[in-house]
């Protein structure tokens, strides 16, 4: 029931055309359903629209658009909450937020994609490598700069022989073989 304030002056309904309303509110509940013909849920559904049409009837604003629009965006709002009401009543009646501290870690969705984990894997083992260079002998870091310059810049790497091999055993020690292959 449409309740108004005390001592407010009802609202002005002559100038709505009530089978355009029940026209627009068929439309609604149909392309709500996903039916062309009403059962009797899809009946209900409608009157409902029809009565949240005109409960917010009394703010439109002409100035602000044409009435029929109004009413038509009232009645997808108004149809859209009443079928999440529905449907959340169908799951037993429960809030559908959920705080993601209420599920265990092993339930809930890494939320970073497989390529954002190889980036961040990435990142990780570019850091290693950088603590790794800081602990070298600063000639053996010098020629690690270089074959790191040379990577990224498309140089071929020059052969050296046994500053490379002492480089290998490096970092192989501090268990970043996987860099060095």
Request: net charge negative; charged share 30%.
């Amino acid at each position: 029931m449409v309740e108004f304030a005390p001592g407010a002056p009802p609202p002005d309904y002559t100038s709505l055309d009530l089978d355009r309303v029940r026209a627009i509110a068929h439309g609604q509940a149909c392309r709500l359903t996903g039916r062309r013909r009403l059962d009797e849920d899809g009946l209900d559904l409608r009157s409902e629209l029809v009565v949240a049409a005109l409960e917010r009837w009394p703010r439109f604003e002409p100035e602000r658009g044409r009435p029929l629009a109004f009413i038509a965006i009232a009645m997808s709002n108004a149809g859209t909450s009443i079928l999440r009401s529905q449907n959340a009543a169908k799951r037993g009646g429960g809030t559908t937020t959920v705080s993601v501290g209420e599920f265990p870690r092993e339930q809930v969705c890494s939320p970073l994609s497989g390529r954002r984990r190889d980036e961040l894997a990435q990142a990780d083992l570019e850091l290693d490598v950088a603590d790794a260079i800081e602990c070298l002998p600063p000639v053996l870091a010098a020629t690690c700069r270089e074959f790191l310059d040379a990577a990224t810049d498309g140089r071929r790497r020059p052969s050296l022989g046994s500053v490379a091999s002492a480089l290998r055993e490096h970092f192989e020690s501090r268990g970043l073989k996987e860099y060095v292959s």
